[in-house]
């Protein structure tokens, strides 16, 4: 067992560690809808406590809101014993340096999911700004939207304000999926 001087420790360890990598915000747990709100405050606050100018706070915000909405629409729940389905945790994480911000998350999803997203995924990012634009518009005047098409337009709507590709990966685990998606808004 662990003595608290030796957490204590490990702890500070942690968070020069956090400091130094310059790490904005990091969360791990379930999401829902107040968290999210919890964590865009957070972000906005920190951001204005570091004098960051005020269009790239927008788009930071902006970044986090869709990438989180999506998380917690699209992650997968697993069945206890007492068969009650129970989100999977998440992460999240905003870093900055120098040049940018990245946000980045991480998801568990089901299994037969992975091929649609990562054809929409390289579909998305094979797209100019304008492209994306122009794609973004007639998904909207589709009118209703199926969850393929809700996906689509947060993930291009993640594009446009990335000012790099949208970086993704998907890791297998104990017959899980884990997806993680980065978005890199320059400050």
Known sequence: MMSF????????????????????????????????????????????????NPETVKRVYDAINDTLENTIIHSNYKEDDNRVFMPLKNIFLITRNTNNYSVASGNFIKANREEALKALLDKVNSMSKDELKQAYQQILT???????????????????????KLEYAFNHKNGEVFFSLSISINN
């Open 5 to 52: 001087g030796d957490l204590s420790n490990n702890m500070l360890e942690l968070s020069n560690s956090l400091k130094r990598a310059d790490i904005l915000l990091s969360y791990c747990g379930t999401l829902d809808r107040n968290i999210l709100q919890a964590i865009l405050n957070i972000a906005k606050n920190r951001m204005a406590f570091i004098n960051e």
């Open 142 to 164: 589709k009118g209703e939207l199926s969850p393929i098409d809700t996906a689509e337009l947060g993930f291009i709507d993640m594009a446009i304000k990335s000012d790099a």
